[in-house]
């Protein structure tokens, strides 16, 4: 029996780049170093009449009769449907969204110290008194301070002593502690933080308002034998520190591992060691410094 080599209809040299497929076509005409014949393109133009074959008739070649495609690079960024010509969209275009469609919380302007830095709440503007003496933390200072406690806030326990009108306790609250403390002497701040935390939405269980002195706090607190993950201590520049330093330096209130964080004048220093705690940085801001300190 006669060997028969099968013989594509269809050929395609890939040597060339930019290569179309060919359809043989009946006539004279040269043939491809494959033995496939090269349409006749001279007799189909007579055939015609002298014109050029429309797009979808079947009298042109393989590329004039499907026409421009979807990656066409005569159109880029269109497609055709239905013979029509239509410019391609993005898919949160398509639907009236913005291509950054993760992007759900709307930018919001900082521009006050009484307002949430960062978080769930950010940007709500808290209540204050307008007494001179309870000027709140700074909001750089607390943007610097939980920039550092990044980690170590989510799903913390945060005291906050002489909350004043509870920013910084809000700032955790905000950045996902699991339960923050607010510890003030004045019956008036306190309804103050318990208002923002209302405003706040804060739910009960997670915002603990307690109306004390910072010494005999931590002395009830250490015999209860209660302890907090982070401790920021607040307390005004003409504050005798030396009694409250001293229940720290036992562990009173600092979890294992916790940390202490104490605010104070730039000008005062505290010494590298109370008790069982080490002191690990300290950030200056203005003419404000705050001294991180450690228990292992």
């Not at 709140?136 to 002593?161: C, H, N, S, W, Y």
């Not at 203005?286 to 450690?294: Q, T, V």
């Amino acid at each position: 029996m006669e060997n028969r080599r099968f013989t594509p209809t269809r050929s395609f040299d890939r040597s060339r780049p930019n290569a179309t497929r060919t359809r043989p076509a009946a006539g004279n005409g040269s043939s491809d170093n494959r033995g496939n014949r090269a349409p006749n393109t001279s007799e189909t133009h007579e055939r015609n009449g002298g014109r050029r074959p429309a797009n979808g008739d079947g009298r042109g070649s393989f590329q004039a009769r499907k026409g421009p495609g979807k990656f066409s690079k005569e159109r880029p960024g269109f497609f055709q449907k239905n013979g029509t010509h239509h410019a391609s969209k993005n898919k949160f275009q398509a639907k009236g969204k913005t291509s950054r469609g993760w992007d759900k919380t709307p930018h919001i302007k900082l521009t006050s110290d009484l307002q949430v830095s960062d978080g769930k709440h950010r940007g709500k503007l808290m209540t204050n008194t307008i007494s001179v003496r309870h000027v709140p933390t700074a909001r750089r200072m607390r943007e610097i301070v939980f920039k550092i406690l990044t980690r170590q806030i989510r799903g913390k326990r945060f005291l906050d002593l002489c909350a004043g009108c509870g920013m910084v306790g809000l700032d955790a609250v905000s950045r996902g502690a699991m339960i923050a403390t607010f510890v003030d002497r004045s019956a008036r701040m306190c309804d103050l933080i318990k208002k923002n935390l209302e405003f706040c939405g804060v739910r009960e269980g997670h915002g603990e308002i307690i109306e004390a002195e910072v010494v005999p706090f931590l002395k009830k607190m250490s015999k209860r034998k209660r302890f907090w993950d982070v401790i920021y201590f607040g307390a005004p520049d003409n504050t005798d520190h030396e009694t409250a330093l001293e229940y720290f330096g036992r562990g009173a209130v600092i979890a294992r591992g916790g940390l202490l964080l104490i605010e104070h004048h730039k000008e005062l220093f505290f010494p590298e060691k109370l008790g069982i705690l080490k002191r690990s940085r300290v950030v200056v801001v203005d003419d404000k410094a705050i001294s991180f300190y450690e228990r292992k």
